[in-house]
């Protein structure tokens, strides 16, 4: 007899790609407010239109966010399917 654990329920909030994507989100907010200065780094070079490369990255770690929870939802439902 096999003693399998259960997974945990899998909710998006506690997917840490959604967590990024929100915080480079609203880096990328700031520096269209305060401008690009806001969120450079100490000794980054000097590049136009930073907000644009945070925006592009968010969008990029939302992505990964989408398909990171589907892919555990899926085998949540794997794993879960024939336990009722």
């Known amino acids: 007899m096999s003693r399998h654990k ?11 790609y959604f967590w ?9 907010i700031v520096a ?9 780094d100490p000794g980054q070079k000097f590049e136009n239109h930073l907000w644009l490369f945070y925006f592009v990255a968010a969008v ?11 892919q555990t939802v899926q085998i949540y439902n794997e794993e879960t399917q024939g336990k009722q």
């Open 20 to 28: 990024i994507s929100a915080a480079l989100f609203i880096l990328g």
């Open 60 to 70: 990029a770690m939302l992505v990964n966010g989408i398909m990171s929870h589907l």
């Open 6 to 16: 259960t997974p945990a329920v899998p909710f998006w909030y506690k997917n840490t």
């Open 32 to 40: 269209v407010i305060f401008g690009d200065h806001a969120i450079r």
